[in-house]
Nanobody
Framework: QLQLVESGGDLVQPGGSLRLSCQVS????????IAWFRQVTGKEREGVSC????????RYTDSVKGRFTISRDNGKNTVWLQMNSLRPEDTAIYYC?????????????????????WGQGTQVTVSS
């Protein structure tokens, strides 16, 4: 059973930076694709970024392109989301998720239904 634990959420001022971490344990085959999603109470979960199992392919939602960077170290079983130039609208609970959809080692997707394992989430608040 795969387990994911997020950390790094905090209160930060607009324009500031945070780095979220997702520690993964329990996979027994090729490293799964990992994605970051975020959710605000009363709204649908939104895909933010994802990285393929081999780490060579990434995808970002339009609103974070140029500000967020996803990376991974499979030797450390860790995925990071570096978030720069944060805005109040980035405020949400951020979740990491692992997926073994078809082609996961070499491709990316931000469809939540294709991710089978989820962490508990970490709160990011951007406010002055």
């Amino acid at each position: 059973q795969l387990q994911l634990v997020e950390s790094g959420g905090d209160l930060v001022q607009p324009g500031g930076s945070l780095r979220l971490s997702c520690q993964v344990s329990g996979w027994t085959s090729n490293p799964y694709a990992i994605a970051w999603f975020r959710q605000v109470t009363g709204k649908e979960r939104e895909g933010v970024s994802c990285i393929s199992g081999n780490g060579n392919f990434t995808r970002y939602t339009d609103s974070v392109k140029g500000r967020f960077t996803i990376s991974r170290d499979n030797g450390k079983n860790t995925v990071w989301l570096q978030m720069n130039s944060l805005r109040p609208e980035d405020t949400a609970i951020y979740y990491c998720a692992a997926g073994s959809y078809a082609g996961y080692y070499y491709s990316t997707t931000l469809k939540p239904s294709l991710y089978s394992f989820w962490g508990q989430g970490t709160q990011v608040t951007v406010s002055s």
